[in-house]
């Protein structure tokens, strides 16, 4: 996977990390707040599911390692 999708991966999982956080917070939040984080999550969401997509891609054309589960398997 090239570097620029493992970097958009890693901000995809902290925006969405972020996002749940203040969704889940115990304390009383202002709406503004709760819909930002509801927007992070969504977002983060995307980027990390854009940034698996290509690995997939490689995958299914062969690009990475070959065999069954261990490896050695045809």
């Known amino acids: ?3 620029f999708f493992k970097v958009l991966r890693n ?8 996002g749940t956080v203040l969704l889940t ?3 009383s939040l202002p709406a503004a707040v709760v819909t930002i984080g509801g ?3 969504t977002a983060g969401g995307v ?3 854009v940034s ?5 891609g490689d995958d299914a ?11 050695n398997s045809p």
């Open 52 to 56: 698996q997509f290509t690995n997939i």
């Open 1 to 3: 996977m090239p570097k």
């Open 25 to 27: 917070a115990p304390v």
């Open 39 to 41: 927007y992070l999550v």
């Open 61 to 71: 054309i062969g690009q990475k390692g070959e065999g069954g589960i261990d490896g």
């Open 47 to 49: 980027a990390t599911a």
């Open 11 to 18: 901000i995809g999982l902290i925006m969405a990390g972020v």
